[in-house]
Antibody
Framework: QVQLAESGGGVVQPGGSLSLSCAASGFTFSAYGMHWVRQAPGKGLEWVAFIRNDGTNKYYGDSVKGRLTISRDNSKNTLYLQMNSLRAEDTAVYYC?????????WGQGTLVTVSS | AIQLTQSPSSLSASVGDRVTITCRASQGISTALAWYQQRPGKAPDLLIYDASSLESGVPSRFSGSGSGTDFTLTISSLQPEDFATYFCQQFNSFSWTFGQGTRVEIK
């Protein structure tokens, strides 16, 4: 069945960097756009970034532009999120999700904590 | 960016109740709206897309309606497994936003 599995979360100091991965299985990864969505503890959902199926176009939420970079490797069925210049307000569970207009399905999420 | 405002922020209901949640967009989005259910500690699940289309495998007690700026999610007869938080989400011009969520609690 369709599965998405995030990894790479952890604790990082303000100003630091972290790289997240999302391993996809059970579907033709190269045929689908992919998203990153985050959720701060006890808060709502915030769309972070989208990448087209072939990686040619990328879009970002205003709060992460210039600091977070989405990419993909279709030969490895893997989605990435490179996170630089991290701030306390980036603390959240980060989910990858398949789709274009909608998000379906979602991975289980990986927690990123930005703290000194 | 288009903003989505859900109401109420939370509600208490009993098993068997009919529940309606509203989502209002800051500008018209036609039917480019989806609804998700999120249980505690879990990732969200897609319930409704294109404002009124039921996702495969989702029980028929869930329904969605609306277009333009005003949308509703209705649960016709609340079941124990439906106690969760519900989010609306819109897509417009390569920007995606979510409502703030509605928590459905047991009365």
């Amino acid at each position: 069945q369709v599965q998405l599995a995030e990894s790479g979360g952890g604790v990082v100091q303000p100003g630091g960097s972290l790289s997240l991965s999302c391993a996809a299985s059970g579907f033709t990864f190269s045929a689908y756009g992919m998203h990153w969505v985050r959720q701060a503890p006890g808060k709502g959902l915030e769309w972070v970034a989208f990448i087209r199926n072939d990686g040619t176009n990328k879009y970002y939420g205003d709060s992460v532009k210039g600091r977070l970079t989405i990419s993909r490797d279709n030969s490895k069925n893997t989605l990435y999120l490179q996170m630089n210049s991290l701030r306390a307000e980036d603390t959240a569970v980060y989910y990858c999700a398949r789709g274009y207009k909608w998000f379906d399905p979602w991975g289980q999420g990986t927690l990123v904590t930005v703290s000194s | 960016a288009i903003q989505l405002t859900q109401s109420p922020s939370s509600l208490s209901a009993s098993v068997g109740d009919r529940v309606t949640i509203t989502c209002r967009a800051s500008q018209g989005i036609s039917t480019a709206l989806a609804w998700y259910q999120q249980r505690p500690g879990k990732a969200p699940d897609l319930l409704i897309y294109d404002a009124s289309s039921l996702e495969s495998g989702v029980p028929s007690r869930f329904s969605g309606s609306g277009s333009g700026t005003d949308f509703t999610l209705t649960i016709s007869s609340l079941q124990p497994e439906d106690f969760a938080t519900y989010f609306c989400q819109q897509f417009n011009s390569f920007s995606w936003t979510f409502g703030q969520g509605t928590r459905v609690e047991i009365k």
